[in-house]
């Protein structure tokens, strides 16, 4: 008789656990019976605790009973075959691609394998076509890296270290979004291994349900193998991280309520507004990411921030992968991120430097650590964006129900000491939650939540919008009928963990 889940989960419930090997152990067994037996690490290698080492928020460095490490697509398909048939379908894994999700078990499992993608991290570029084909391992810097040699690139991540995959699966802001739509509305073709280990490609010809589920669904449907993604023609920028006093916040936020309506006038603007306060100088200042997608300097586009007192700026025409070198955070943290988007009302940006300025005092009376950085950033997500997305094709994310300009508002605490877990989160919640309540209260709320900032408890599918929902449900469905990557791949965002 074939094992189902629902007898192996009777069976491990009935019999002594102890008295055989466990369901973890036999899934790793499972995989060295196979060709992937070289690729299967376990804690005592050195190969382990760097795989664990390099995810970028220390709250998520679970430690998994095996890593399987896939060198191609035909390595993933036989590791998901082998996993599904494995135990009578008890074996559970996770898929990692960059591991810059910042909640634990989003990329990552205890008591289980994580199919860790990075050593796939090749970029070709395909001049006639147009694309660049990037593997899921990758790092936005190495694909600018490779890119930069033909003086093309992708629009990306705006710091190099984040990772590709799961960038691109859930949306993706970058310098270019105003320009060209977000990542995902650049990506041509994935190539995508099934649940029942089968490669496919899918792109707005072949699979085009998936094609489109899979901009902005996440880990529902398939592991991607590959991203095609369509080239922008120059890679040379203007621009750098400007520094302020933070006596100059309510310029700032004037001066980016103002940007946020003007971004269609000119496209090639890009702005990332970011309050910082690092305890160890106890300083309370913003940074400006001031980026142009094209080597002008001192556009009029930013007049209105130009005009403001500096106390530094590394301005400068570069191309992106030097740009994205210096944007970004550093790792061996513990994390938190929150998100919510909202209409772009002056009113609501103030009360959210408020309220970053009372967590800030929070924090400094509660925490037990030392060393903590303490991030609210704002950043724009006009119309416009959702326009582009349209333009290229659709996506999932729902954002052409807006008829209204947005921003969004990331509060993003990092902290060394683990005793100091509860304080930051519950800081990151309340920051949220009261920001939310008041934008309610005068009318400038908005539903929708980005996947790639969101904390654990958020659902950010659910704020797609019923239809893209339903869309997501259908395909996954269609694309795995067994459900594997709802129960077999607990982590993540899933579509079965959003009401009917
Ligand atoms: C320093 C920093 C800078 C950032 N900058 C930006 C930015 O400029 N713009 C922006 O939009 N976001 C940004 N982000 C957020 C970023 O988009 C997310 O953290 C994103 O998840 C990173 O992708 P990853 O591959 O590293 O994630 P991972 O944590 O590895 O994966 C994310 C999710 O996708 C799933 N997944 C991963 N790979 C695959 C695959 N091949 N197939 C199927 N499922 C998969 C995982 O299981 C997981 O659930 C930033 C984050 C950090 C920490
Ligand atoms: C791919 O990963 C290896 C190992 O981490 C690294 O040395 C190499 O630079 C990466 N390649 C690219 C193009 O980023
Ligand atoms: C890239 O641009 C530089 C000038 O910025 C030029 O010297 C170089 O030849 C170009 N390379 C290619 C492959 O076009
Ligand atoms: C600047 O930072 C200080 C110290 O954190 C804070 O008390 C003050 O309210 C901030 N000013 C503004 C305008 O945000
Ligand atoms: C920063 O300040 C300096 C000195 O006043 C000024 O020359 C420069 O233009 C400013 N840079 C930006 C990007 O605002
Ligand atoms: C970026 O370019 C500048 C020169 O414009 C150079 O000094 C710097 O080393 C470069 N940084 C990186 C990370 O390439």
């Known amino acids: 008789m074939r094992i189902t889940p629902a007898v192996a989960a009777l069976c491990m419930g009935t019999l002594p656990r102890a008295a055989h090997a466990t369901t973890p152990e036999t899934c790793c067994s499972a995989l060295e019976t196979t060709a992937l037996k070289s690729q299967v690490i376990y804690p005592d290698s050195a190969a382990y605790k760097t795989s664990i080492g390099s995810y970028w928020a220390e709250n998520v460095q679970l430690e998994p009973t095996c890593i399987l490490q896939p060198r191609t697509v035909h390595e993933v398909s036989l590791a998901v075959s082998t996993l599904v048939a494995a135990d009578g379908g008890a074996c559970k894994f996770a898929i990692r691609g960059g591991g810059h999700t910042t909640w634990a078990g989003a990329n990552n499992i205890v008591d289980g394998v994580t199919i860790d993608l990075s050593l796939m991290n090749t970029t070709t570029y395909n001049e006639k076509a147009g694309t660049a084909s990037i593997l899921p391992g990758s790092r936005w810097e190495g694909v600018y890296e490779t890119l930069a040699n033909y003086n093309v690139t992708v629009p990306g991540g705006r710091s190099g270290v984040v990772g590709v995959a799961g960038f691109l699966l859930g949306g993706g802001n970058t310098f270019h979004t105003a320009r060209v739509g977000f990542a995902c509305d650049n990506v041509v073709n994935y190539e995508v291994v099934l649940a029942n280990g089968e490669i496919i490609e899918a792109n707005k010809e072949s699979h085009a349900d998936l094609f489109q589920a899979l901009k902005g669904g996440t880990g529902n449907f398939g592991i ?163 326009d582009h997305s349209t333009e290229q094709g659709g996506n999932v994310l729902g954002l052409d129900r807006f008829n209204e300009n947005l921003f969004q508002v990331l509060f993003d605490y990092s902290w060394k000491d683990e005793a100091d877990d509860g304080l930051f989160n519950q800081l990151a919640n309340s920051a949220l939650e009261e920001l939310t309540t008041y934008s309610k209260s005068i009318g400038a709320d908005n539903e929708f939540i980005y996947l790639n900032y969101a904390n654990s408890n958020q659902n950010p599918l659910s704020s797609y919008g019923p239809e893209n929902v339903e869309y997501i449900r259908t395909v996954a469905k269609k694309y795995d009928q067994t459900g594997v990557f709802q129960n077999q791949v607990p982590g993540g965002f899933k579509i079965s963990a959003v009401a009917q």
């Open 224 to 386: 991607v193998t590959k991203y095609d993604m369509k080239i922008i023609d120059d890679d040379k920028l203007w621009g750098g991280i400007v520094t302020y006093d933070n006596s100059t916040t309510l310029q700032h936020l004037e001066a980016g309520h103002r940007f946020i309506n003007n971004l269609e006038n000119d496209p090639y603007a890009s702005w990332i507004g970011m309050w910082e306060y690092l305890s160890l100088t106890d300083q309370n200042m913003i940074a400006n990411a001031l980026e142009y997608t094209a080597p002008v300097a001192y556009p009029s586009a930013f007049d209105d921030f130009t005009t403001i007192a500096n106390t530094s700026s590394s301005t400068r025409v570069a191309n992106l992968w030097n740009l994205t070198q210096e944007l970004g955070q550093a790792s061996g943290y513990r994390d938190v991120f929150i998100t919510a988007s909202f209409v772009n009302n002056l009113d609501v940006m103030k009360r959210t430097i408020d309220i970053h300025n009372r967590m800030i005092e929070e924090a400094k009376a509660g925490a037990k650590g030392d060393d903590y950085t303490m991030f609210t950033m704002i950043q724009p997500w006009p119309k416009l964006f959702a």
